[in-house]
């Protein structure tokens, strides 16, 4: 395995309300000359604001749109850093970590915008919205409520809001949503350009998903970290779980599943535990599903410095988040504390017995155990 220095530069940017100053980390591999001849950071930050400059006003039919939507611990940053560090290699950018990555995330060489966040399934209208008026009806939105309006054949313009279990998850959770409306955003201009995205000729969006239990304890080891336990849940796991997350979980991957039953060719469903087990495989398929064109240099580089491997280190040695530059908390989660829960069998039973109500057959996360 290859090895590399992080070096790192305080820019002149503003600090956030933890006046933590904002840093950029350039990576340079053994033998590597660890000087940035002619440029300094604040070159390097107007050439990427350059490089990732995008405005949804801007984009064309030419412009493709790459749609991965992710369970919370299922990889996130790992795919937004390995579309990162594609596209910088190919515009012979500085390997380089900082400032926080932009989702949307825009490369002007490949023309591409490479979308990824949690979200439920926005193309799921039945889980998510309900019809509440069009221009020749008199009802009225709930203003306190997400809505969406598109435009029918005529110029009729029809608006929906957000359903009663959806706007309760959505309060519940709002982190969960965090890119909901950024993704109906894109949606809408889709729509805009005519662009019929339930019948195209490649995937629309990937959805991350994985098994229940690893998940709950990522999750809960994550909280922990950051100090976001509160009352009883500090010191009981199986209660955060059930009040928490578990309907929660439920609702985002029903929403997909239903999705892929109906359009199978539009979504498809990638289970985790299988993607880390080859990544240089899946991010193959994931290029041809994608139709991304493949350079295999650029392509090892962000297979490299996407890796939990490396970006655990990154975390361990500058001490600050792969998430956001303004946080000292370690996002990756270490084996050691996900060693430190586990279920009981009867607890295992009501979190199978509770996805199996809501008709998502437990089989479909595999042989994988807490």
């Not at 503003?14 to 070159?43: A, S």
């Not at 490089?51 to 801007?58: C, F, M, N």
């Not at 900082?98 to 399934?121: A, E, Q, W």
């Not at 706007?167 to 889709?190: C, D, M, R, W």
Request: glycine content about 6%; overall charge positive; some cysteine.
């Amino acid at each position: 395995m290859k090895t590399c220095k992080i070096k790192s530069f305080e820019l002149n940017l503003q600090k956030g309300l933890d006046g933590i100053p904002r840093q950029i980390y350039f990576m340079f591999e053994q033998g590597e000359n660890t000087e940035l001849p002619g440029k300094t950071p604040e070159d390097l930050i107007k050439k990427l604001n350059i490089h990732y400059a995008y405005k949804l006003s801007d984009w064309s039919e030419a412009t493709k749109f790459v749609g991965i939507a992710t369970a919370q611990r299922c990889g996130t940053w790992m795919h937004k850093y390995f579309f990162k560090f594609y596209a910088d290699k190919l515009a012979n950018i500085p390997t380089h970590m900082g400032p926080d990555l932009k989702n949307p995330l825009y490369s002007h060489i490949l023309n591409r915008i490479f979308f990824v966040g949690h979200l439920p399934c926005f193309f799921n209208f039945n889980a998510l919205f309900e019809n509440i008026s069009d221009n020749n009806s008199k009802l009225i939105a709930n203003t306190n409520r997400p809505t969406f309006s598109t435009l029918l054949k005529g110029g009729r313009v029809k608006t929906f809001h957000m359903s009663d279990k959806a706007f309760a998850l959505h309060e519940a959770h709002p982190g969960y949503f965090q890119n909901f409306y950024t993704a109906l955003s894109v949606y809408k201009k889709l729509l805009s350009l005519k662009i019929d995205v339930l019948n195209g000729s490649s995937f629309v969006y990937y959805y991350i998903f994985r098994n229940p239990f690893s998940y709950f304890v990522s999750m809960y080891a994550m909280e922990k970290r950051g100090g976001g336990l509160k009352g009883t849940y500090r010191n009981n796991f199986f209660k955060y779980v059930t009040e928490v997350y578990l309907g929660q979980y439920i609702f985002q991957l029903k929403s997909w599943i239903e999705m892929a039953k109906k359009y199978p060719a539009q979504f498809k469903l990638i289970k985790f535990e299988g993607l880390l087990k080859n990544r240089r495989n899946y991010f193959k398929m994931l290029f041809k599903d994608f139709n991304i064109p493949i350079d295999n240099q650029a392509f090892e580089h962000a297979l490299f410095y996407s890796s939990k491997d490396f970006l655990e280190n990154f975390e361990t040695e500058t001490r600050r988040g792969i998430n956001s530059s303004a946080t000292k908390v370690a996002h990756i989660t270490k084996e050691k504390e996900i060693n430190s829960y586990t279920f009981s069998d009867t607890e295992k039973d009501f979190i199978k017995s509770a996805f199996e109500k809501n008709d998502i057959p437990f089989k479909i996360f595999g042989n994988y155990h807490s």
